[in-house]
């Protein structure tokens, strides 16, 4: 007798297994009870008929309480009716420990509640479909920079400088100095393209930012790429086909997961090369057309992404923002040095922007200017500048969120069901 998952049982209908898990849900009806199993691959219905089973088996069944932990044993049937074809006759049933009364039901519970329990509500159907489709999106991210020719290089969380902006950094000491959490993996992975070609970081980022919207997080994580000799067009491409493989290979590996969460996957179906993509200045007449109050010169805020993607069905490249309103690095356009050759690229169905990226300032000069221009610390940066001087190239990439990309992909209503612990404003427990 093997002892296997959920997920396994297809391939041994009419053998005996016994399997280990927690009971989400039972019933009964007179001389047969059921217990729905479950065990983080699947849900199995387990029956027992009162003439089938010992006598203390048919009353533990009755007795043992939602999630408490168990051992059932029996033969697994086919059956079209059970959601994943199968179940299992229960012969024997092992009680492990018999929960308390579980504070979570089907009843409907306010986010406030559920947030104060998120180390249980982690266990409800949906919430297990997100982890799990989330974890397909990780791998995806990482599986994609691997066969592609990049190589991993870790970033430090502690950093002695801001990279987006100084008013959004966790300040922490670091015995005699000041110290921050990172808020981007970027400057670090700049010097080792230049030593691999192609890298990437993958971690968690931090952003002190009081903000309370649907979009925003105060720890999120974040995969970046960085790419040698990369222009601005490089960068939008890469971003291009990148996207199209992890839409791709979460319908391919995710379908049941997707399925939990009712995601109508028809959206995702669509998306494929080539990405529409426009100007910035066309992008701010278009959104006065649609009724924004935006000027010329305003970076877009969530309603602006909103009304630019929601008629578009696959995500849309934004590029060539005026400088005023991008970080420090990005290299200004020759043809204009007012706009910088960077590329937002916002996902439809109106979950914003998912990807920033843009081709990084090569030269030594105009990148100690802009240091200055922005008041940050020249000494925290030398060793930034000193990849400027020693073989500069042209280099760009790109940042992406994994919270906002699963947000898009599970069509989520906030990011704090796209991470297992989210750290938000006036949120730090559990």
Not at 73 to 83: C, F, H, K, T, Y
Not at 92 to 106: F, Q, S
Not at 126 to 147: G, H, P, T, W
Not at 340 to 354: Q, S, T
Request: net charge negative; proline share 5%; glycine share 6%.
């Amino acid at each position: 007798m093997s002892k296997l998952r959920i997920h396994d049982l297809k391939n041994h209908i009419g053998e005996k297994v016994e399997l280990e898990g927690w009971v989400y849900n039972k019933r009964s009806s007179g001389k047969v009870r059921f217990i729905i199993l479950r065990d983080g691959t699947g849900y199995l219905q387990c029956v027992g008929f009162i003439k089938d089973v010992p006598s203390e088996v048919f009353e533990l069944m009755e007795k043992v309480t939602l999630e408490s932990s168990v051992k059932v044993e029996g033969i697994v049937r086919a059956d079209e009716r059970a959601p994943m074809g199968i179940e299992l006759s229960l012969i024997n049933l092992t009680l492990y420990h018999l929960a308390e009364e579980y504070p979570i039901t089907k009843k409907e519970h306010g986010t406030g509640f559920l947030m104060e329990n998120r180390h249980l509500w982690l266990r409800s159907s949906r919430q297990v479909a997100i982890l799990r489709i989330r974890s397909e999106i990780e791998q995806s991210f990482r599986d994609y920079f691997y066969n592609n020719g990049f190589v991993l290089v870790d970033s430090p969380i502690l950093t002695p400088a801001a990279c987006e902006g100084t008013t959004t950094l966790f300040e922490t000491n670091y015995f005699d100095e000041k110290a921050y959490l990172s808020q981007s993996g970027q400057l670090y992975l700049e010097p080792a393209c230049m030593a691999l070609g192609k890298v990437y970081c993958f971690g968690p980022t931090f952003r002190a930012e009081k903000s309370k919207t649907r979009r925003h997080l105060m720890e999120f994580w974040m995969l970046e790429p960085e790419v040698a000799f990369a222009t601005l067009d490089d960068v939008m491409e890469l971003a291009e086909d990148f996207l199209v493989y992890v839409v791709s290979r979460v319908l391919d590996r995710s379908k049941e997961d997707l399925k939990r969460i009712e995601r109508d996957t028809s959206f995702l179906e669509k998306i494929s090369k080539p990405f529409p993509r426009v100007e910035y200045k066309d992008a701010i007449e278009k959104l006065k057309k649609l009724g924004s109050d935006i000027k010329y010169g305003d970076d877009f805020g969530g309603d602006d992404e909103t009304l630019l993607t929601e008629k578009e069905e696959k995500p849309l490249m934004v590029h060539r923002y005026p400088a005023s309103v991008k970080a420090f690095y990005m290299e200004p356009d020759p043809q204009n040095s007012d706009l910088a050759l960077c590329v937002d690229v916002l996902a439809p169905e109106g979950y914003g922007e998912i990807i920033g990226g843009s081709e990084r300032i090569s030269d030594y000069d105009l990148l100690l200017k802009r240091i200055e221009e922005h008041n940050l610390p020249v000494s925290a940066f030398q060793w930034y500048l000193d990849i400027r001087k020693y073989g500069t190239v042209k280099h760009g990439g790109f940042g992406i969120g994994l919270e906002r990309t699963v947000a898009w992909i599970c069509k989520l209503p906030h990011l704090r069901e796209a991470i297992p612990y989210p750290r938000m404003l006036y949120r730090l427990y559990p």
